[in-house]
């Protein structure tokens, strides 16, 4: 019998997403407070929860594709277009006002129509520096989904196995970034080994709904070496480090999606409904978690110990995102499913009432 419902991957969205808030809370501390004392950098660990954004990614795209309920490509494009460009919108206009009413207290400040048309269509653009940089910085994540859901939806278009068509362009676009540049057009951008958990994520998705193992792990054992391969090359980092940490990574993911019947039900229900938020935490947390390193460097009080400024940080994120998930973010999609889809079926959820991130996205860079 088939799981709707993936409470290991609700509780790990939302866990995931918390840890990429502290991770950003700790470089926030470090770079806006002033303070002598500096957090600890888990960049790391940071980067491994947003990978594991794109493992669900991969995994919650083929559960609903083969569960056969979104009928055509129209609706798939549909309901993932619903459940990421609205907020995406409003953080992005969030933006473009405070750079156009308080210049010098953004970094980022660089605001053009061009980039401002990149991140309403979440396409990459590039600073004045020439650096690609999302203009509501942690949407980098979403310009990745977005193709992604784009490649899908091609593949439903034209009755093809999304993991025969979409599996070989990723593992391209991956092996492109060994030439990526430094300048060039805008699409190397895309030429990441990122896109690699993607396929792994879409291979694991496939053993859950046939309970086929075997494609599985030689698919992620593909990606897992090219990971290597590609990082090797291209000197980012020790390639047997990048082997150990996309394996180890994939193979917990696919571990918990395996011990969903027997361990799932003992996941603590709050921690399941709080996977719901996790989108609109991981967008809206960049609102609020620089506020008290920005207010301790610009009145002098730098004597405050990092831990309950990270600690307080992620709170009020924690807040404001459930706040936003539940008051603006859902009502917000019910009305858009309501009006553009209408009585088209609903999609099997694979790890809640709503669809997954990457998801909904997730991480920044």
């Known amino acids: 019998m088939t799981i709707n419902t993936y409470r290991g991957v609700q509780a790990l969205r939302f866990i995931s997403a918390l840890v990429v808030v502290a991770f950003h809370a700790c470089y926030w501390f470090n770079r806006d407070s002033g303070s002598s004392g500096a957090a600890p950098e888990i960049k790391l660990i940071g980067d491994l929860c947003v990978w594991t954004f794109f493992l669900i990614s991969g995994f919650v795209v083929v559960h609903v594709v083969d569960s056969g309920r979104e009928p055509d490509w129209s609706t798939f494009a549909?309901?993932?277009?619903?459940?990421?460009?609205?907020?995406?919108?409003?953080?992005?206009?969030?933006?473009?006002?405070?750079?156009?009413?308080a210049p010098r207290a953004m970094f980022d400040g660089d605001i053009t129509p061009t980039r401002i048309i990149a991140s309403l269509l979440l396409v990459p653009s590039r600073d004045s520096?020439?650096?690609?940089?999302?203009?509501?910085?942690v949407e980098w994540t979403l310009i990745f989904e977005a193709a992604f859901y784009l490649l899908v939806t091609l593949a439903i278009a034209v009755r093809v196995d999304p993991l025969r068509l979409v599996t070989p362009v990723l593992i391209v676009v991956a092996v492109l970034s060994i030439w990526r540049p430094e300048g060039g057009s805008v699409l190397w951008f895309y030429a990441d080994p990122v896109v690699l958990f993607?396929?792994?994520?879409?291979?694991?998705?496939?053993?859950?709904?046939?309970?086929?193992?075997?494609?599985?792990?030689?698919?992620?054992?593909?990606?897992?070496?090219?990971?290597?391969?590609?990082?090797?090359?291209?000197?980012?980092?020790?390639?047997v480090?990048?082997?150990?940490?996309?394996?180890?990574?994939?193979?917990?993911?696919?571990?918990?999606?395996?011990?969903?019947?027997?361990?799932?039900?003992?996941?603590?229900?709050?921690?399941?409904?709080?996977?719901?938020?996790?989108?609109?935490?991981?967008?809206?947390?960049?609102?609020v978690a620089q506020a008290l390193p920005r207010l301790m460097g610009a009145s002098g009080?730098?004597?405050?110990?990092?831990?309950?400024?990270?600690?307080?940080?992620?709170?009020?994120?924690?807040?404001?995102?459930?706040?936003?998930?539940?008051?603006?973010?859902?009502?917000?999609?019910?009305?858009?499913?309501?009006?553009?889809?209408?009585?088209?079926?609903?999609?099997?959820?694979?790890?809640?009432?709503?669809?997954?991130p990457a998801i909904r996205g997730s991480g920044s860079r």
């Open 78 to 101: 549909l309901r993932r277009a619903i459940r990421i460009l609205p907020l995406a919108w409003i953080m992005t206009g969030i933006k473009v006002a405070a750079a156009l009413l």
């Open 129 to 137: 520096s020439g650096d690609f940089r999302a203009l509501w910085g």
């Open 198 to 239: 993607l396929a792994a994520g879409m291979w694991i998705g496939r053993a859950a709904r046939t309970g086929r193992i075997r494609p599985a792990v030689l698919a992620t054992l593909l990606c897992t070496a090219l990971y290597g391969v590609i990082e090797m090359v291209r000197q980012e980092s020790s390639p």
């Open 241 to 287: 480090l990048a082997v150990v940490v996309f394996g180890a990574l994939t193979a917990s993911f696919g571990l918990l999606i395996a011990s969903e019947r027997r361990l799932g039900g003992r996941i603590p229900t709050w921690l399941v409904i709080a996977g719901n938020s996790a989108f609109a935490l991981y967008l809206t947390h960049p609102l």
């Open 301 to 356: 009080v730098t004597e405050i110990h990092w831990a309950p400024v990270v600690l307080i940080s992620v709170v009020v994120s924690v807040v404001l995102g459930w706040a936003v998930h539940r008051w603006v973010d859902t009502p917000m999609g019910r009305f858009l499913r309501r009006r553009l889809i209408g009585h088209r079926p609903v999609a099997d959820q694979a790890t809640s009432k709503q669809d997954s």
